[in-house]
C-alpha cells in the first residue's frame, strides 16, 4: 500500500531557541522518527530539514525519480491540525517559510497527493512568497464585496493587526471588519478546501498577496459571491 505520509520531524523555531539548540533539536528529531504504511520491504522515504535563517530548505530521499512534486510539506503545532505549506518540486526539493504563530515547537510531514492541484499550488506558492518577504506593518487600498454589499477604502495593517479602515464608498449599513493579508489568504484557503464551484484570482508576482480574487461557492445559490481586490499595497517601517 502507498504511503501517504512520511515520518514526522520537530523543529523549533529560530526566534525562540539559539541556532546550536535548533540545530540539535532538528538532528534529534530527524533520528528518531520512523515512517508509516509503507510497502513491506521497501525502503521508506525520508524527509530531511535545514534551518536557514527563517527558511526551512527540505529534501525528501527514496522517491522515484521526477515524482517528488506529487508531494505537499505540511506543519503542525500539536500533531492534531495540519497546514500545506508548499509542493515540492520534481527534484524533491522543497524551501518554506517558517509558519507563524509564535509556537515553540513545529512539527512537519510530507503528503501525497493523488492528482496535481494546480490552483492550491498557486495558491501556496503565493503565501509562501508572502510569509518569506516578512511585512507585518502596510497599508492598501481595499475593494470587496459579498452578494450586494461593498466597501472601498484605505486599510492600515501594524504587527499583523488592522488599526484603521477608511472608507472611499461603500453601502455597508455598520462598519465592516477588515481583514489582514493573511487573513485573506485564510478566507480563500476556506473555499479552496470547502471546492467552491468557481475560484478565480491573481497574486502579486512580487509579495505574493491576493490582487484580485471572486469565489462562486455554489451556483446553484444566488447571492452568495464573494470578492475582493487590492489595488495599492505599500509596506511600512
Not at 500539536?78 to 500545506?84: N, Q
Not at 508576482?205 to 490582487?211: R, S
Request: hydrophobic share 45%.
Amino acid at each position: 500500500m502507498k504511503s501517504n505520509f512520511l515520518a514526522i520531524i520537530s523543529v523549533a523555531p529560530v526566534h525562540f531557541l539559539s541556532a546550536l539548540f535548533a540545530a540539535c533539536a532538528l538532528l534529534f528529531a530527524c533520528g528518531s522518527g520512523s515512517a508509516v504504511a509503507q510497502n513491506e520491504g521497501s525502503v521508506p522515504p525520508q524527509l530531511h530539514v535545514a534551518i536557514q535563517g527563517s527558511t526551512l530548505s527540505c529534501h525528501l530521499t527514496g522517491l522515484a525519480a521526477g515524482t517528488g512534486d506529487q508531494w505537499v510539506l505540511q506543519s503542525s503545532a500539536d500533531l492534531k491540525s495540519w497546514e500545506d505549506l508548499v509542493f515540492f518540486g520534481k527534484e524533491a526539493e522543497a524551501a518554506a517559510a517558517i509558519p507563524p504563530g509564535g509556537h515553540l515547537r513545529q512539527f512537519l510531514r510530507a503528503r501525497q497527493i493523488a492528482a496535481d492541484d494546480p490552483l492550491l499550488r498557486e495558491f501556496l506558492s503565493a503565501r509562501n512568497r508572502w510569509r518569506s518577504a516578512g511585512i507585518t506593518s502596510y497599508t492598501m487600498e481595499v475593494s470587496w464585496g459579498s452578494s450586494w454589499l461593498f466597501w472601498h477604502g484605505t486599510v492600515t495593517v501594524r504587527d499583523n493587526q488592522v488599526i484603521s479602515a477608511t472608507p472611499i464608498e461603500t453601502n455597508f449599513p455598520d462598519p465592516p471588519e477588515q481583514k489582514t493579508v493573511d487573513g485573506r489568504f485564510a478566507e480563500l484557503k476556506t473555499y479552496i478546501d470547502q471546492k467552491a464551484d468557481s475560484i478565480e484570482v491573481t497574486f502579486d508576482p512580487v509579495f505574493g498577496y491576493t490582487k484580485s480574487a471572486f469565489v462562486d461557492i455554489d451556483f446553484r445559490i444566488a447571492d452568495e459571491e464573494r470578492s475582493w481586490s487590492i489595488l495599492s499595497f505599500l509596506p511600512l517601517r
